[in-house]
C-alpha cells in the first residue's frame, strides 16, 4: 500500500520495507523523493501536517519535546517536518518554513552529527528565501486557454490551473517565464467536469521547463442535446479532414 502510493504521488526511486523507517533491507530512498512526500502531506492532509511545529507533547505525564530544533529558529517560520536517525543512513531531517505566501522544503540526508543537519537546514532554507521568490502567472480563477469542446451544450470550454498557477523561482526572473499547454486528447468532449484535469501546463524559464501543472476545466460542460451533438459529429469529421474551416 506505501508503496503504491509512493509510486502515485511521484517518488520514483522510493521502496518501502517497513513503517517505521528504520533501516532495512532493500529500503531506501532520494532527497527529492522526500521533498515530493512532504509536499504531498502538506497539501493533502494539512490538519496531520499541523502536528509538525507542535514543540511538545505531554502524553501519560510524560512531556515529549519536538526534536527539530528548527521551530524555535529566531530566522525562519519553520513549521515542520520530520528528524530521523539511524546507524545506516546517518543523520537526516526534512524541514519547511514559510515566508509570507511563499513555502520551501529542505531535505539533508546522512550527516554526521545532529548539529550538521540543523545547520545546513537553516543553511539552505534562508538562501532559498533570499535568492527565490513565488509568483502566481496563473490566478485560480482565471482562464489560460478557451477550447473548443464537441458534443456540448456550449462549444467552447475555459481551462485554467485552478490552485497550482504558482511556481518559484529565481528572484527577478518573472518577465522571462512562459507557459504553453498540451492536452492529453486531441479532442475535448463532452460532458466535462469542473476540475477535470485535461492536459498538462508546461512553465519554462530560459526555454527550460521547471514546473509541470495540471490543465483543468474551469466549469462544468453538460452534454448537448440530440440535434446538436449530431450536427457536432458531423462537423467533428469535417474538422479531421479539412482543419480549423469546420469547427
Do not use: C
Not at 521533498?35 to 511545529?53: F, Q, R, S
Not at 519536538?66 to 546507524?87: C, E, H, Y
Request: glycine letters at 8%; hydrophobic letters at 40%.
Amino acid at each position: 500500500m506505501m508503496n503504491g502510493y509512493a509510486q502515485k504521488i511521484g517518488l520514483t526511486n522510493t521502496t518501502f520495507k517497513t513503517v517505521h523507517g528504520l533501516d532495512a533491507p532493500g529500503q531506501f530512498s532520494t532527497a527529492r523523493d522526500m521533498a515530493l512526500l512532504t509536499k504531498a502531506m502538506i497539501h493533502d492532509v494539512p490538519e496531520e501536517y499541523a502536528v509538525h511545529k507542535e514543540k511538545e507533547f505531554t502524553f501519560n505525564k510524560i512531556r515529549q519535546p519536538n526534536r527539530n530544533r528548527l521551530l524555535w529558529s529566531t530566522n525562519l517560520n519553520a513549521d515542520g517536518v520530520k528528524t530521523g536517525t539511524t546507524a545506516g543512513a546517518g543523520y537526516n531531517l526534512v524541514s519547511s518554513a514559510t515566508q509570507g505566501d511563499m513555502r520551501l522544503i529542505a531535505v539533508v540526508l546522512g550527516t554526521k552529527t545532529d548539529r550538521i543537519r540543523f545547520n545546513e537546514s537553516e543553511k539552505l532554507l534562508t538562501w532559498g528565501f533570499r535568492f527565490y521568490e513565488t509568483v502566481t502567472p496563473i490566478k485560480p480563477d482565471a482562464t489560460f486557454i478557451s477550447q473548443r469542446v464537441w458534443f456540448g451544450d456550449s462549444n467552447e470550454v475555459k481551462l485554467g490551473a485552478g490552485e497550482a498557477g504558482s511556481v518559484t523561482i529565481p528572484r527577478g526572473q518573472l518577465k522571462n517565464l512562459k507557459a504553453s499547454y498540451n492536452l492529453t486528447e486531441p479532442q475535448l468532449t463532452a460532458p466535462l467536469a469542473k476540475g477535470q484535469v485535461v492536459g498538462t501546463i508546461d512553465f519554462k524559464l530560459n526555454d527550460k521547463t521547471i514546473e509541470q501543472r495540471p490543465l483543468i476545466v474551469m466549469e462544468d460542460v453538460k452534454e448537448g442535446g440530440f440535434f446538436s451533438r449530431m450536427v457536432d459529429f458531423v462537423l467533428m469529421k469535417l474538422h479531421g479532414w479539412f482543419g480549423s474551416w469546420f469547427s
